[in-house]
């Protein structure tokens, strides 16, 4: 069947049922989903519906978010024609049939290292914060290591018992973020951002409304694009908030898409980024 598009919007999702081949979904198939990622700590997450599975795929994609012994790994690429950049690596928490309407409808929520970390747990003792993370990794068979920043040495041994989330809180000072992206992990100051690469962001690059600010934060929603991600930086350029207008740090990204719907967009909270560090 040829690809259809609407406005050129692009996507490519790849699931890996337990049982069963990889199911690749693509254009004229319709997706719609939400995603939400931050540095402030913790999982990104996404929901994706998917439209008109067969029967058998549907099946390979049910799932209790109470069977967390079931990994089903998701890969999920957006963009347009000729230009898809990947959005959403994780495993899928939960998944779901229903009927809506005339349409078969199969609804995957899915956490980003979820796997893992509802499944791992440590137990021992380390020398050195480093040391700690990558001993905690160690019992995470499916998350790597991302830029992690330098950090305060330990005084003494380091005692490690308990799930990834809490162990991970304990050891960033105040001032430093650890978050979970494509299955990597990140530990980063706040002055510290992870590329240089600074993507322009305007009315004819995709910005679709005035920004804002609110306690140093700034918030402005654009066309879904990719190359916006958090912990990187930005170049906002408003005609009608010029005084906002600056180079920021993505704190969070909020997505909202469908295919063959109204929604193709994003919401970007970010804070000015004076002084910062290329990690």
């Known amino acids: 069947m ?10 490519a999702l790849e699931v890996q049922p337990v049982n069963g081949p990889a199911i690749e ?14 540095v402030s700590g913790g999982l990104n997450k996404m929901i994706i519906r998917v439209y008109n599975l067969n029967e058998q795929h549907r099946l390979g994609l049910a799932k209790d978010a109470e069977d967390q012994t079931k990994r089903i790994p998701i890969q999920f690429s957006v963009g347009y024609v000729d230009m898809l950049r990947l959005l959403f690596k994780g495993t899928v928490h939960r998944g779901e049939n229903y009927r809506e309407g005339p ?14 970390f509802l499944n791992s747990f440590t137990s021992r003792t380390v020398k050195g ?4 993370i990558e001993a905690i990794l160690g019992d995470m068979p499916n998350t790597t290591p991302g830029k992690l920043t330098e950090q305060t040495p330990l005084l003494r041994p380091k005692v490690l018992v308990g799930a990834p989330g809490k162990l991970f809180d304990s050891l ?11 299955e990597k992990l990140y530990v980063v100051k706040d002055k510290e951002v992870l590329s240089n690469f600074v993507p322009l962001v305007r009315a004819d690059t995709g910005l679709l409304n005035t920004p804002t600010r609110e306690q140093a934060k700034v918030t402005f929603d654009t066309l ?21 207008n ?7 990204i909020s997505y909202e898409g469908d295919n063959y719907g109204d929604k193709w967009a994003q919401s970007v909270v970010a804070l000015p980024a004076q002084g910062y560090k290329v990690l």
């Open 2 to 11: 040829p690809r259809q598009y609407r406005f050129n919007r692009d996507f």
């Open 25 to 38: 979904v693509v254009p004229p198939m319709r997706v719609a989903f939400d995603a939400s990622k931050a």
């Open 103 to 116: 349409d078969f409808v199969t609804e995957l929520e899915c956490l980003d290292g979820g796997y893992d």
């Open 129 to 132: 914060k480093r040391k700690a």
């Open 172 to 182: 960033v000072d105040e001032g430093e973020t650890w978050f979970i992206e494509d």
């Open 224 to 244: 879904l694009n990719p190359t916006l991600r958090i912990g990187h930086l930005c170049d906002v350029e408003s005609q009608s908030a010029p005084h906002l």
């Open 246 to 252: 600056g180079i920021y740090k993505i704190d969070a």
